[in-house]
């Protein structure tokens, strides 16, 4: 699914389906930027934004903790939370 990530000032990422109406407010709103990705899974898109924390694994409970500060909005739906083997 193509996806667009605001980074907002809290450091939380809002997740939106690419095109979604809301993304220009929260980009407005936060002051942030926004990027697009292209993920299969919830986890694929926490991976990807947080690449820089999670490095190879990182620590433990880091994926818990990086997941706790991605926001996926409604937009999102259908994306599974993990991806299919
Ligand atoms: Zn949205």
Do not use: N, Y
């Amino acid at each position: 699914m193509e996806l667009t990530a605001v980074r907002t000032g809290s450091g939380i990422f809002r997740v939106h389906r690419a095109g979604c109406d809301d993304i220009a407010k929260d980009a407005a709103q936060a002051r942030g930027s926004a990027r697009d990705l292209d993920a299969e899974s919830r986890e694929a898109v926490i991976r990807l934004l947080w690449a820089d924390v999670l490095g190879d694994g990182g620590a433990p409970g880091a994926f818990q903790s990086c997941a706790g500060r991605t926001d996926f909005i409604g937009c999102t739906w259908g994306l599974p939370a993990t991806s299919q083997a």
